[in-house]
Each structure stands twice: as C-alpha cells, then as structure tokens.
C-alpha cells in the first residue's frame, strides 16, 4: 500500500508570512497532483508535477517535486487570508486507476 | 458544461434505510471516483470505475455499492445505513491524455449524508 504524509497537519499563521507544506512517501509516483479545499467545497486541482526535481509556480504559490519522485512540496510566499483552506496532495502511477491521497494540511491564513 | 454534479446535497436518513447517490459529469472522462471525507480527514477512495460498465474497490468498499452503466454517471448505492456512515461524500472524474495519465480529477460539490 503506497502512503502519503502530509506535513504539518495544521498550521495558522499571519497574513504576509510565508510557509511552506511537506507531502512524503517511501513509494515512487510517476505523478503527484495538489489540491485546495475550501469549506463546503470539493477539492479543486492546482497543479500536477511529473518530472523528478520539477518545479512549478502558480502566482505567490511553488510547488516542487523531489528528485527521486517521492515527495513534494508547497511553498505560498506573503500568505493571504483567501489561501485559507485544506491543501492535499495526491499521488498516482501510470495504468493504476487511482490516486492515493494524503490526509492534508489545514492552513488558516488571518488578517 | 457543469463539470461534475452530485445529487443530493443534503440526506438524513434512519439506521437501516437505504439510499443511492447520483453523480453524474459532462467531460466525457473515462475514471470516476467515490470518495468519502470524515472531519480532520482526507480523502477515502470508497470505489471506482475505469470505463463505463467497470467498477473496483477502493480503501473502504464495505456497506456500499456501486454500478456505472452510462460513461457519464455513477451511482453509489447504501443498502443498510448505519451511523458509521455518517460523512461528506465526494464523486470525482478523471481522463487519460492519450498514453499518459496523471489522473487530475475533477470534483463534486459533496453530499453531506447523517445516518441517526
């Protein structure tokens, strides 16, 4: 069974500080995807990492891919109170159907 | 297009009654997904399906069923209720892009569903 591991299972901080979120496995993946969740809602994709030491940026958001395609990361530079929400990660293997999805982290950005 | 929709929003229902949830996308997507997502928690695969007449289990399958018979719907079925089952309910489908997939999905807005 291929498991994720998210990191820190919540965190609170204030507006403009930065911080940064930690998504682990033993296991290889040959694609990792983030999501956003706000209260209420369902998930919403961010961005899909597939290549080992790729890195990508989606505004004030940077998101990188390990080298040997075991972790990721999630960096949200000068954070704002509508980055608030649960941030999850998920990884999947070419040809097996599904994804495995992490547990996530909670983030609540105040004013 | 709608994208993915769930119906119903809302359920309560008795121990022991049954229930099937509809989900239903416009994508043409070939994978479908039933998540459920308790408090502080995130995300269990119930069950899924790779193309239409297909169905798997997921992490969590017991107490439910789950039939694909149209690519653009797939139904989750609870034939005995019970308040373990209590939980936000998410369906979520996926495409291939030719010889690669990374299997992005696309989310419902959830079934909130409180068995008492």
Not at chain 1, 14 to 19: D, S, V
Not at chain 2, 29 to 49: A, C, F, N, T, V
Request: with cysteine; aromatic share 12%; hydrophobic share 30%.
């Amino acid at each position: 069974t291929q498991l994720l591991e998210q990191s820190p299972q919540f965190l609170s901080i204030q507006e403009g500080e930065n911080l940064t979120v930690y998504c682990n496995s033993s296991s290889v993946f040959s694609s990792l995807q983030w999501y956003r969740q706000e209260p209420g809602e369902g998930p919403v994709l961010l961005v899909t990492v597939v290549t080992g030491g790729e890195v990508k940026k989606l505004k004030r958001l940077t998101f990188q891919f390990g080298d040997a395609r075991k972790d990721s990361s999630l960096h949200i530079t000068a954070a704002q109170p509508g980055d608030t929400g649960l941030y999850l990660c998920a990884g999947s293997n070419t040809n097996a159907g599904k994804s495995t999805f992490g547990d996530g982290t909670t983030l609540t950005v105040k004013p | 297009n709608a994208g993915v929709t769930q119906t119903p929003k809302f359920r309560v229902l008795k121990t022991g009654q049954s229930m099937t949830l509809l989900c239903a996308q416009d994508m043409n997507h070939e994978y479908m997904y039933w998540y459920r997502q308790d408090p502080g928690m995130g995300l269990r695969l119930i069950h899924y399906s790779v193309g239409e007449g297909t169905t798997a289990k997921g992490e969590v399958p017991d107490g439910y069923n789950v039939s694909r018979l149209k690519k653009q719907n797939f139904l989750l079925g609870l034939e005995s209720a019970a308040p373990s089952q209590t939980s936000v309910y998410f369906c979520a489908s996926s495409y291939s892009r030719g010889y690669r997939w990374f299997n992005e999905q696309f989310f419902g807005p959830g079934t909130r569903l409180t068995v008492l």
